[in-house]
């Protein structure tokens, strides 16, 4: 088992990471829940996982009481967290209580949200089904729901108290939802990290094909690349934590687009919005052609849309600014981009101009 430290001081937790390490959840469980009750909240399409949950922690002799919602973005609303804090209080869940999140980022966001909110905030454990979130959004406290305005523009930071990551689930999950998942490994190599980008060159194919040894390297490496820069800047404060973001900026400007629908899902829009900060940053003169087509390249091999029209995505530059324009990052009028000098070389820049991001968007193939 590979276990990564999230260094939070007092809020420090673990992230353990083990194939079959779903079925021995009650044991990690077991310690948290003190003889309590625990609530499992999971969507429609994870019965399986469900039932393997809920019979290792009966093994362990903890009770558990599962809430199934309805999969999709659609869940990650006003009426279902309502619902959902509801649901939980007529449960009895206390401040001292877990609340296991068992499912994708939709499942994640949205149980980590309401924690943050019930009783003041209560305890959660994430337990990712998704590659997606075992690499990101699993880890790092960021909890939201979205709204007609745009992606998760109602949120808190609520860590959660363990993360349990378990690679063989991925073998249920859609090729499609895993493409996407591999989308946000890959950034970690984008960011920073040259010799990962280089490595997932090599290995992203055989990884989707199913190999679990590369899985479990991918999800470990990606996760403690992101436990560290989590410790460094937890809130977003300092613009290290904000390098996480590289491609959003764009990619979410592309959901929101499509209405956030399945037409273009997150990692889509991610790989997207990538190959579009690296194309923005070649056409500013900030880093080679070459590197940018080497991005786009990499996510045509893997089956990941390297633009506009691989994401089927036909409006013009003005209107997706006018999304970009909703960003939460957006502040007195300016919009922060991560940009790229060359692959590994992500930072922040705080004085790009729209209007140069609407020529560029303008000028790509549709």
Not at 56 to 84: C, H, Q
Not at 89 to 100: F, P
Not at 281 to 300: F, K, L, M, N, P
Request: glycine letters at 12%.
């Amino acid at each position: 088992m590979k276990t990564v430290t999230v260094e939070l001081g007092a809020r420090t937790y673990p992230i353990h990471i083990e194939a079959g390490i779903l079925a021995r959840a009650g044991e990690f469980l077991a310690p948290l829940a003190k003889g309590r009750r625990v609530a499992i909240v999971t969507d429609e399409n994870l019965s399986v996982h469900l039932a393997t949950l809920q019979a290792s922690l009966a093994d362990a002799g903890i009770a558990s009481e599962a809430i199934v919602l309805a999969p999709g973005e659609g869940s990650k609303s006003w009426a279902t967290l309502e619902m959902l804090c509801n649901r939980l209080l007529e449960l009895g869940v206390e401040r001292g209580d877990h609340v296991v999140a068992l499912g994708g980022g939709v499942m994640g966001d949205l149980v980590g949200f309401a924690c943050s909110i019930l009783k003041r905030g209560c305890n959660f454990v994430q337990i990712p089904t998704s590659l997606l979130a075992q690499v990101d959004s699993s880890v790092g406290g960021k909890t939201a729901i979205n709204t007609k305005a745009g992606k998760n523009l109602i949120g808190a930071f609520h860590q959660p108290v363990m993360v349990l990551i378990d690679p063989q689930v991925l073998d249920t999950l859609p090729i499609r939802e895993l493409r996407a998942g591999y989308a946000e490994v890959v950034k970690y190599g984008l960011i920073d990290d040259f010799a990962f980008f280089e490595w997932c060159e090599a290995n992203g194919a055989a990884l989707l094909d199913g190999d679990i040894g590369l899985r479990e390297y991918a999800i470990a490496h990606s996760v403690s690349a992101k436990a560290r820069i989590v410790a460094a800047d937890e809130h977003e404060t300092d613009g290290i934590r904000a390098l996480l973001n590289l491609g959003h900026t764009f990619g979410h400007a592309l959901e929101a687009e499509t209405g956030f629908s399945q037409a273009l899902i997150h990692g889509e829009g991610v790989a997207a919005g990538c190959s579009l900060a690296f194309g923005f940053s070649a056409s500013q003169g900030i880093c080679s052609g070459q590197d940018a087509e080497r991005v786009a390249t990499h996510w045509r091999d893997v089956g990941l849309p390297d633009g506009l029209a691989a994401a089927k995505i036909g409006a013009s530059g003005a209107r997706l600014v006018d999304h970009m324009r909703h960003d939460k990052k957006m502040a007195a009028g300016t919009l922060p981009f991560l940009l790229a000098r060359g692959i590994g070389q992500t930072y922040l820049d705080q004085t790009v101009d729209l209007a140069d991001v609407e020529t560029f968007l303008d000028a790509q193939p549709r």
